[in-house]
C-alpha cells in the first residue's frame, strides 16, 4: 500500500522545512550573544569587584561582596534567560559549549592572577585598579569569538544530521 509521491512537491517541502531550520539557527546564534549589553554588565561587575579587592578590605567584607557579586551574576544570567525568546534542548550543548566556558574561565582567572602580579609593586588603588581593568578587558576580548565558534557548532551539526536523513532516504 504505498501512496504516489510527487517527485517535486517532495523536494519543495524539504526546501521549506530547510529554511525554517536555518532561521531557527540564526535566532539561536542572535540571542546567544544576548546582546552587547549583558556582556557590558557582566565586566563592569567584575570590575567593580576586583577594583573593591585593591583596597584591600577586611575578610568579613570581602566574604560580603563575594556574596553580593555572585549574587548579582545569578540575577543577571536569570535575567538574561528569560529575555530569550530560544531555549535549545540540553543535547544541543556540546563539547564545544563546555570548552568555551572553562576557557573563559581559566582565561578570565589568569587576567586576574597575572595583572595582580604585575600590579604587586604599586599603591594598593592603583594595583586595583589596574588588575580590574585589565581583566575586564580580557574578559570582554574573549567573550565575542569565543561565544561565535561555540554556537557555530550547532548549525554545521544540523546541517550534517539532515544530510544523514537524506542520504539515508
Keep these: 500500500m504505498s501512496t504516489p509521491v510527487d517527485a517535486e512537491q517532495a523536494w519543495t517541502d524539504l526546501q521549506r522545512i530547510r529554511v ?98 604585575l600590579a604587586e609593586p604599586l599603591a594598593p588603588l592603583t594595583a586595583g585598579l589596574i588588575q580590574a581593568t585589565v581583566s575586564a578587558g580580557v574578559f570582554l576580548l574573549f567573550l565575542g569569538p569565543a561565544t561565535r565558534w561555540s554556537v557555530g557548532a550547532l548549525r554545521t551539526r544540523g546541517a550534517r544530521r539532515a544530510d544523514r536523513e537524506e542520504a539515508a532516504r
Design 20 to 117: 525554517t531550520q536555518e532561521r531557527v539557527y540564526d535566532e539561536v546564534e542572535r540571542g546567544a550573544s544576548g546582546g552587547a549589553g549583558s556582556a557590558y554588565l557582566t565586566a563592569a561587575l567584575m570590575w567593580l569587584f576586583l577594583a573593591g579587592q585593591g583596597l584591600e578590605p577586611p575578610l568579613w567584607a570581602t566574604l560580603l561582596a563575594l556574596v553580593v557579586y555572585v549574587a548579582l551574576l545569578g540575577a543577571l544570567g536569570v535575567s538574561a534567560q528569560r529575555r530569550s525568546r530560544m531555549r535549545l534542548h540540553h543535547s544541543r550543548y556540546d563539547r564545544r559549549s563546555l570548552v568555551t566556558l572553562l576557557g573563559g574561565a581559566a582565561v578570565t582567572c589568569a587576567a586576574v592572577v597575572f595583572s595582580g602580579r
